[in-house]
């Protein structure tokens, strides 16, 4: 039973080796995948695709580029820092005229000695 059902499935292979489908069928499944394609583009949220693409990027730029990158942007915000930094003596704030305060040391006492203008508290918990 084997032997004839080994024979029919080599011809039915042998006739489905010569069948061919239409322009037809090939347009419509053209046309259902890109649609498929879409439909999954739409469903995968904005940052999961702005992730990729990134990912994408940085996998096509060579390293050294973005080290390089990295340290020209340091130096420009170093540079920039430092040329507007205040300089002393320059500025809205240099014309005001300061009164100097006269130090006045407290009395020296002892801490540890109670107040002599007070009782002393005794409360028991």
């Known amino acids: 039973m084997s032997d004839e059902n080994f024979l029919r499935v080599q011809q039915l292979i042998a006739l489905k080796r010569h069948e061919q489908p239409d322009d037809a069928y090939f347009e419509e499944f053209l046309d259902e995948f890109h649609r498929r394609q ?57 014309g ?9 040391p407290a009395e020296r006492r002892d801490m540890l000695k109670p107040d002599e203008d007070k009782q002393p508290l005794h409360e028991v918990y």
Not at 67 to 89: I, N, S
Not at 96 to 104: A, D, G, I, Y
């Open 96 to 104: 005001l005229q300061t009164v100097p305060v006269k130090h006045v």
């Open 38 to 94: 879409r439909q999954e583009l739409l469903r995968r949220s904005s940052f999961s695709l702005f992730c990729e693409r990134l990912g994408t990027w940085f996998s096509g730029t060579n390293k050294w580029n973005i080290v390089w990158g990295g340290g020209l942007a340091y130096a420009a915000l170093a540079t920039g820092f430092f040329l507007c930094w205040p300089k002393p003596g320059t500025g809205s704030g240099s």
